[in-house]
């Protein structure tokens, strides 16, 4: 057993846990948007920054990739942990600006607007990667990925194709956090072809 | 408490997801209560490390033997739970989940105990379920004797080269041993590849001299039988002699054949030909002088998907004229709608060879006339004239003859179509690398002669590693594969006929019977064959019908009387209503959501089973039409409501309590449409009223569509929809079909009914008593009487002058 303290909270873990598995373990909030427990996790979206203190020195970590370890001590939510989930609130409300799912997590933590141009109002996909890590741990497929890098990346089949890998699972639409899979799916597996989708 | 059932239900918060909505402390009691759960807790979050080493430790403690998770999407998390509960021997179909979050959670506005209410009911048919489970034990899959190379395509050899490389015994039958013989006659089915055929020397040489190789020269294969592992191969010789031989897998390298094109394209073979034809002359007689033009007619043949690998090989053949004939003026005629299919190597090689590439307007057909071919200009819309003094057209490509028929021993012909198709229904990725039959070639679809070598060596370094786990102890047979009793099995072939991977073979028995086997590497577990079966002689192991049956009586007992449940395929259904509850969408919550794999995996006795048991209603939601994961679910399923849905109104209840519907899973407003619109259907009609008259006759509907093969046997024969186009030979008049149908139900339900009253009171009875309990016509009861007396299901003797009955 480990012992450590979460917000001066004595708690206890397993080696192999990681800072927010303990930390949800007891009832600790910490926010998470690229983070699902089906697939192994990658610490792209930086919502989940906690605060490690040891004595007068302290940094900031992704909560849901580091391991716990006697003695941390481990703060949710200081300034300077806030202060970090603002600006990644305020990225991901430029980045993605139509995405309701991000908008409600963003004013529960009290950010409502942004001081980030951005680029194009209709975007829901924040480019987080879940949707191309559950297809391929838990489908074993790959149909999906990130094309481009940087700025241009984003989400798709290869070459923007409607793609004979994909086995129209739907894990991607179910595990996507903002709700951008769904505009994307179709494109990814090909309309299918009927006339009952219109049944309204 | 079952004797070896030991079942831990595990409730998960879920953080604020589902702690706030449903009240677990309730459901804890509730779920704890119930007979068959061994023990009952509530975790912070089942799914990650925490939660998982809590489950393990009690898993362990309790000695549990089940395993169900209360929590969110099976689809996304069952297979972590199935990784981590492993090493306890809890194999996959010993665990189960149930989605309170998508399912019950977020989809109403019933208060939290309404909710832990619902939540228990969904809980403990899952419980029942895990309870009627006969669990299999894990058997490893053996591969006995060599790979055999079977079907004469040029992959052959690269295969045969490959399982040289990887050091494992094979068989390769071929037409010819010899190397300058093969190449000679490659350009028959593979023309203009000049440039590979160094690369397909070597292969070939390799696959010829290798230790590992033993050759079967001139040998056409005439039977197939055993399952994976265990082949046996019946080849004959010239002279009608048999020989055989054991496999542990086979290969099968087909290639597809091309064919003369139709009259209107002009072909004589000598000045008008396909590229064969030209490779052979440049062969015989070296290149041609003079213009040659190339029309790519693909688009005119009706196959412009080849157009590209035409337009390829056609190019190379090209280049090789312009090469080796500088006089030749080589000319490249294509439709606009084709790309041109070059790299920029080899276009910059085009310009230095200076070969012209002219395109036309695919609206106006190319017309060939002696020496002349005219087409329409894309740019000016004048019809220009090409000379030419040799055509080569596309050609048209199929398989035909031995390809054929190789390919209908190896079980690979499901379907009338030009090429073969691939061999497996594509379920689920953990499927890949468990196909028996691997098949490269173009007769899968045409390619060109690298992608049919690179086929043929994929194909092979996959049966190789299959042989590696197999001899590693890794390979093993997989959970939920259909099995057949042959105690029940009476050969009657339905199975096979539906069966869509090829995994239902035929096996003699010991009495000259054929009865059914199956190889569990090849069955994809879709289980619409195990529903089908007139006699339940096929079980879908580890997800039966007992199963099924369990989980749905465990429910409807429970549901109220205004209460529905539904089917939901895993394929359109279910990730649509979890993508529902994801999104908060709000829907009717007197549903109840079962989930499936497949629809057409339900059993007609199992929906019959709801309705028994006291569900006012029952929906199936499955995929969009032709959308089907498995093999033709939908339309099974629709087969099976039908024939629901004329028992009840034969038993005096409405047919509405019943329905088919489809979903996409990435329209769940539409889903939502779909059950608000069934259960107000539902709700219109009221429930379903039970008095013990009406009781024995949804009784007599769940005995007859259960154990009635006769009905059974219609049923299964008469699957797929009156209408259907696949199947074309087998079309029927819809209505005289319906027709025969119904009244087949009516008789045999008559029957049924009268069995029942037989069977609960002791006879005998006249006919006047049969009447009168059953309030059916006189004449009707009288007929089926007399032909269960012909049957032998009854007696009859006369008493005081009248004829009376009881069961012989």
């Known amino acids: 057993m480990i012992t450590f303290k979460i917000n001066d909270q004595e708690v206890s873990a397993r080696p192999g846990w990681t800072v927010l598995e303990t930390a949800r373990e007891h009832d600790i909030d910490i926010p998470t948007l690229c983070f699902h427990p089906a697939v192994s996790a990658s610490g792209a979206c930086r919502l989940c920054m906690v605060e490690l203190r040891e004595g007068s020195w302290s940094k900031l970590v992704a909560s849901c990739i580091y391991p716990v370890a006697e003695g941390l001590q481990v703060f949710t939510e200081t300034e300077r942990v806030r202060n970090v989930r603002r600006w990644v609130f305020e990225m991901l409300l430029a980045a993605c600006p139509a995405s309701p799912e991000i908008a409600r997590m963003a004013a529960k933590h009290g950010v409502t607007s942004t001081r980030f141009e951005s680029h194009d109002p209709e975007q829901t996909c924040m480019v987080c990667g879940l949707c191309a890590r559950v297809c391929e741990e838990v489908v074993g497929l790959s149909a999906i990925a990130t094309v481009d890098r940087g700025v241009h990346k984003r989400v798709g089949a290869p070459f923007a194709k409607p793609t004979d890998v994909c086995v129209a699972c739907g894990s991607c639409v179910t595990i996507c956090p903002t709700g951008a899979m769904q505009s994307i799916f179709d494109s990814i597996r090909g309309v299918p072809a009927t006339n009952l989708t219109q049944l309204g | 408490m079952s004797a070896y059932a030991k079942t831990g239900v595990f409730l998960c918060k879920c953080g604020d997801k589902i702690a706030p909505f449903i009240n677990l402390e309730q459901l804890e009691k509730s779920v704890g209560a119930e007979p068959d759960v061994a023990h009952c807790a509530t975790m912070a979050f089942a799914c990650l490390k925490p939660g998982l080493e809590q489950i393990t430790q009690i898993a362990v403690d309790k000695q549990l033997n089940r395993v169900i998770v209360a929590g969110c999407e099976n689809r996304l998390m069952l297979s972590k739970f199935e990784e981590h ?287 002349f071919l005219t087409f329409c200009n894309l740019s000016d819309h004048v019809e220009h004239e090409l000379r030419w003094n040799h055509l080569v057209l596309s050609p048209e490509r199929m398989i035909t003859g031995e390809t054929l028929r190789v390919a209908r021993i190896l079980g690979l012909v499901h379907k009338e179509g030009r090429f073969l198709t691939g061999h497996h229904a594509r379920v689920r990725p953990e499927m890949v690398g468990r196909e028996e039959t691997y098949l490269a070639g173009s007769a899968r679809l045409p390619c ?181 994961h498995h093999s033709y679910g939908l ?57 013990p008259e009406d009781q024995a006759k949804v009784d007599a509907l769940y005995d007859l569509i259960k154990h009635n093969t006769r009905v059974r046997h219609l049923l299964s024969a008469g699957l797929r929809r009156p209408g259907e186009d696949t199947y074309q030979g087998d079309q029927r008049h819809a209505l005289d079909y319906d027709r025969d149908f119904s009244a087949v139900l009516a008789e045999e339900f008559l029957q049924q009914r009268l069995l029942q009253v037989f069977r609960a009171a002791k006879g005998p009875f006249n006919l006047d008593e049969l009447t009168g309990r059953l309030h059916e016509d006189p004449n009707q009861v009288a007929t089926c009487l007399w032909e269960m007396v012909q049957n032998g299901q009854i007696g009859f003797t006369h008493k005081n002058h009248e004829a009376v009955y009881a069961l012989s």
């Open chain 2, 85 to 371: 509960l492993r090493p306890l021997e809890l194999l996959k179909g010993q665990i189960d989940m149930v989605n309170l979050r998508g399912h019950v959670a977020t989809v109403s506005d019933l208060d939290a105990e309404q909710k832990a209410t619902k939540s228990a009911k969904l809980i403990a048919a899952a419980v029942a379920e895990m309870t009627a489970l006969r669990p299999s034990s894990l058997t490893r899959a053996r591969l006995q004797g060599p790979v055999v190379i079977v079907g004469n395509g040029i992959a052959s050899f690269s295969a045969a080269a490959e399982m040289a490389r990887q050091k494992i015994d094979y068989r390769l039958a071929v037409e010819s041993a010899d190397p300058g013989l093969i190449i000679e006659r490659i350009h028959e089915t593979y023309p203009g590849e000049q440039s590979y055929h160094p690369r397909l020397q070597k292969s070939i040489q390799e696959a010829l001299q290798s230790p590992h190789g033993k050759l079967l020269v001139g040998r056409k294969l005439a039977m197939l039988s055993g399952v994976t592992g265990d082949y046996t191969l019946t080849f004959s010789d010239d002279q009608g002699a048999h020989e055989k031989f054991t496999a542990g897998a086979i290969i099968a390298c087909l290639d597809a054949q091309f064919t003369r094109p139709k009259p209107g394209f002009g072909h004589d073979g000598k000045t008008v030909m396909i590229p064969s034809e030209m490779e052979s002359l440049i062969l015989r007689s070296g290149p041609p002088k003079g213009t040659v033009v190339f029309w790519i007619s693909d688009y005119e043949n009706g196959q412009p998907e080849f157009a590209a690998l035409s337009a390829k090989s056609a190019w190379q053949m090209a280049a090789h004229i312009r090469q080796t004939s500088p006089a030749a003026t080589v000319i490249m005629l294509y439709n606009q709608q084709m790309e041109v299919p070059l790299t920029a190597a080899e276009r910059a090689m085009n310009r230095k060879l200076n070969l012209l590439w002219i395109p036309y307007d695919g609206a106006m057909r190319p017309t060939v006339q002696d020496g």
């Open chain 2, 448 to 628: 060109s002669l690298a992608d049919a070598l690179a086929q043929g060596r994929r194909a092979a370094a996959k049966t190789a590693e299959m042989f590696r786990k197999a001899n590693a102890g890794e390979l093993f047979v997989p959970r939920i594969v259909c099995v057949v009793d042959p105690e029940k099995c009476i050969g009657c072939g339905q199975c096979q006929e539906l069966c869509d991977c090829g995994g239902i073979g035929v096996e003699e028995g010991p009495g000259g019977g054929l009865p059914r086997i199956v190889d569990p590497m090849v069955c994809t577990g879709g289980g619409t064959c195990a529903a089908a079966c007139p006699y339940h002689a096929l079980v879908l192991q580890n997800n039966s019908n007992d199963q099924r049956e369990a989980r749905v009586a465990a429910l409807a007992r429970r549901l109220g009387p205004d209460e529905s449940m539904a089917f939901v395929c895993g394929w359109g259904g279910l990730p649509a209503a979890d993508i529902a509850g994801k999104q908060g969408l709000k829907y009717d919550p007197r549903i109840h959501l079962l989930s499936v794999p497949c629809v057409g995996q339900i059993d007609a006795c199992a929906m019959a089973r709801a309705l028994k048991e006291g569900a006012s209603g029952l929906v199936l939601v499955g995929c969009l039409p032709e959308t089907c």
């Open chain 2, 635 to 691: 339309d099974h399923a629709w087969a099976r409501v039908n024939t629901i849905k004329k028992l009840l109104s034969l038993s005096g209840f409405q047919r509405e309590r019943i329905a088919l519907a489809h979903a996409d899973l990435n329209r769940p407003e539409d889903f939502v449409r779909t059950v608000d619109s069934f259960t107000r259907t539902i709700a219109a009609m009221g429930p379903m009223v039970r008095t």
